[in-house]
């Protein structure tokens, strides 16, 4: 009997100690657990939303310049209509830019400017203003500061595509155009690969156009002849004009409202229906101003402050619209909704790892309980009440940071083999597990480091305030009772 009761007396705090290292090696687990699945849903959707933004800004640019109703009533404009060089034509703003003058207006032979037009904005030397061209030489300065600044002037327009199909059909859709910009260094990421046998099928005297990809899908290919057909005003009625064009390739509009309606042509196309025919964009977006590109569209609000400094000093502040990515009519609300997504994903994030962080105070109350002879021996022997509370709080913080540690490291195996994930999941449903049109062709692999940031922030921190209950009743152990007791 006696042998009995010392192994017992031996044995009963090794099975509590075993039970004490399990729940603390299951409470990392699951605070691991908690740490890859927030890693990787935040890394994959933050590159979803990048991606996105990316297609979104390879055409329309992370940051437009357009003309403001200054401009429009400005003499500096509205004097081409009445200047007999200029065709009595308005002009856009690369005309504008190529121009010899800042007006073509003549005084002395062209028709008396009406009293009430806003009066010639002049420098200091009776010369007109030319906001155009002190834009321009305004961003050719700025670029020295801005790596990889590339801008160029765009207009839209819009016309009547008709594509000759094989077996003598045809394909007909009004199409909005909008100009090829060849200074833009995004836009051969947008244009899909064509096979080189199609190229010299290609026909020089033809005007290249490149449509969104979903014309594939109807049958049009690459080589395929069409015309772009518009109104022209003629003496007293309006006449359908003809532009032959042949497409040249296609390209990923991404998930823009009017992406698949969109075709890329010469910069000559544009101006001549603009200049036949006035042409309203679908969503309100000016069909005339500057595209403004950089390395990274993290530059964009830096850059507009920077231009819009510029602006100021030259004087033409007045004359200009500085809009970036977030403002355009097109993505605004979808600027909105991503903003939304992402508090509400960090929203979730945190009430997951609230709960996950729970597990640890299960722990250290239980490790509390079956050490609390040590406890009370520390405390005889004169620690401090901060002393007996930071050793348990400690314990969880090196418990969140182990889970941090062990949840980054699976994060960073996850994404690194995202695409065998992925694959292995379409296998298992028996088609694809996330639609390419919407997704694109393989999910982001890269390790948000705002994710990774949250997680490092949060997860130590939550853990230490889930020790602190602990810790407090570690702290309130009357070593004489406790001592007593054992």
Same mark, same amino acid.
């Given at each position: 009997?006696?042998?009995?009761?010392?192994?017992?007396?031996?044995?009963?705090?090794?099975?509590?100690?075993?039970?004490?290292?399990?729940?603390?090696?299951?409470?990392?687990? =699951?605070? @691991?657990?908690?740490?890859?699945?927030?890693?990787?849903?935040?890394?994959?959707?933050?590159?979803?939303?990048?991606?996105?933004?990316?297609?979104?800004?390879?055409?329309?640019?992370?940051?437009?310049?357009?003309?403001?109703?200054?401009?429009?009533?400005? &003499?500096?404009?509205?004097?081409?209509?009445?200047?007999?060089?200029?065709?009595?034509?308005?002009?856009?703003?690369?005309?504008?830019?190529?121009?010899?003058?800042?007006?073509?207006?003549?005084?002395?032979?062209?028709?008396? $400017?009406?009293?009430?037009?806003?009066?010639?904005?002049?420098?200091?030397?009776?010369?007109?203003?030319?906001?155009?061209?002190?834009?321009?030489?305004?961003?050719?300065?700025?670029?020295?500061?801005?790596?990889?600044?590339?801008?160029?002037?765009?207009?839209?327009?819009?016309?009547?595509?008709?594509?000759?199909?094989?077996?003598?059909? %045809?394909?007909?859709?009004?199409?909005?155009?909008?100009?090829?910009?060849?200074?833009?260094?995004?836009?051969?990421?947008?244009?899909?690969?064509?096979?080189?046998?199609?190229?010299?099928?290609?026909?020089?005297?033809?005007?290249?156009?490149?449509?969104?990809?979903?014309?594939?899908?109807?049958?049009?290919?690459?080589?395929?002849?069409?015309?772009?057909?518009?109104?022209?005003?003629?003496?007293?009625?309006?006449?359908?004009?003809?532009?032959?064009?042949? =497409?040249?390739?296609?390209?990923?509009?991404?998930?823009?409202?009017?992406?698949?309606?969109?075709?890329?042509?010469?910069?000559?196309?544009?101006?001549?229906?603009?200049?036949?025919?006035?042409?309203?964009?679908?969503?309100?977006?000016?069909?005339?101003?500057?595209?403004?590109?950089?390395?990274?569209?993290?530059?964009?609000?830096?850059?507009?402050?920077?231009?819009?400094?510029?602006?100021?000093?030259?004087? $033409?502040?007045?004359?200009?619209?500085?809009?970036?990515?977030?403002?355009?009519?097109?993505? /605004?609300?979808?600027?909105?909704?991503?903003?939304?997504?992402?508090?509400?994903?960090?929203? $979730?994030? %945190?009430?997951?790892?609230?709960?996950?962080?729970?597990?640890?105070?299960?722990?250290?109350?239980?490790?509390?309980?079956?050490? /609390?002879?040590?406890?009370?021996?520390?405390?005889a022997m004169g620690a401090s009440?901060? @002393?007996?509370?930071?050793? &348990?709080?400690?314990?969880?913080?090196?418990?969140?940071?182990?889970?941090?540690?062990?949840?980054?490291?699976?994060?960073?195996?996850?994404?690194?083999?995202?695409?065998?994930?992925?694959?292995?999941?379409?296998?298992?449903?028996?088609?694809?597990a996330f639609q390419p049109a919407?997704?694109?062709?393989?999910?982001?692999?890269?390790?948000?480091?705002?994710?990774?940031?949250?997680?490092?922030?949060?997860?130590?921190?939550?853990?230490?305030?889930?020790?602190?209950?602990?810790?407090?009743?570690?702290?309130?152990?009357?070593?004489?009772?406790?001592?007593?007791?054992?």
């Amino acid at each position: 009997m006696f042998e009995l009761q010392v192994a017992l007396k031996y044995l009963v705090p090794r099975k509590k100690s075993l039970s004490t290292a399990l729940i603390s090696a299951l409470s990392v687990l =699951v605070v @691991s657990l908690v740490i890859w699945l927030v890693l990787v849903f935040l890394s994959v959707t933050s590159g979803m939303e990048k991606n996105w933004i990316h297609k979104l800004t390879a055409l329309h640019a992370p940051l437009r310049i357009t003309p403001t109703e200054t401009y429009y009533h400005s &003499f500096y404009y509205q004097a081409d209509a009445l200047a007999e060089k200029a065709s009595y034509s308005l002009k856009t703003l690369g005309e504008k830019a190529a121009s010899a003058h800042a007006s073509d207006y003549d005084e002395t032979s062209d028709p008396e $400017i009406p009293a009430h037009w806003a009066l010639p904005d002049l420098k200091a030397d009776g010369t007109l203003i030319d906001p155009v061209k002190i834009a321009i030489a305004e961003l050719k300065n700025l670029a020295p500061e801005i790596p990889g600044l590339a801008f160029q002037d765009y207009e839209i327009s819009g016309a009547l595509l008709r594509i000759s199909l094989a077996h003598g059909t %045809s394909l007909s859709q009004m199409t909005y155009l909008l100009s090829y910009s060849d200074q833009n260094p995004h836009l051969p990421s947008l244009l899909l690969p064509i096979e080189p046998s199609n190229t010299a099928l290609l026909d020089p005297s033809l005007a290249p156009i490149f449509l969104p990809k979903s014309y594939q899908t109807q049958g049009v290919r690459v080589y395929d002849r069409a015309t772009l057909n518009f109104p022209s005003m003629a003496a007293a009625s309006y006449q359908e004009q003809r532009i032959w064009a042949q =497409v040249h390739g296609f390209y990923d509009p991404g998930i823009l409202a009017i992406g698949n309606k969109c075709a890329l042509v010469p910069h000559a196309i544009t101006r001549s229906i603009a200049s036949n025919s006035q042409t309203i964009s679908p969503d309100g977006t000016p069909t005339n101003g500057l595209f403004v590109w950089f390395k990274d569209f993290s530059q964009t609000e830096t850059a507009a402050k920077k231009i819009a400094e510029r602006f100021e000093k030259a004087g $033409i502040a007045p004359y200009w619209k500085i809009s970036t990515y977030r403002d355009f009519e097109f993505s /605004k609300d979808l600027m909105l909704q991503f903003q939304s997504d992402r508090t509400l994903l960090l929203l $979730i994030a %945190s009430i997951i790892l609230i709960v996950a962080c729970s597990n640890i105070i299960s722990l250290l109350v239980l490790l509390v309980n079956d050490k /609390k002879k040590e406890i009370a021996t520390l405390q005889a022997m004169g620690a401090s009440f901060w @002393s007996i509370a930071a050793i &348990f709080g400690f314990c969880g913080f090196i418990m969140g940071a182990l889970g941090c540690l062990f949840g980054s490291l699976a994060a960073l195996a996850t994404l690194h083999h995202i695409d065998g994930l992925v694959s292995f999941l379409s296998y298992l449903q028996g088609r694809s597990a996330f639609q390419p049109a919407f997704f694109g062709q393989s999910l982001p692999n890269q390790l948000s480091g705002e994710a990774l940031l949250f997680v490092l922030l949060a997860t130590p921190l939550l853990s230490l305030i889930a020790g602190i209950i602990p810790a407090l009743k570690a702290s309130r152990v009357h070593p004489s009772a406790t001592l007593r007791s054992e």
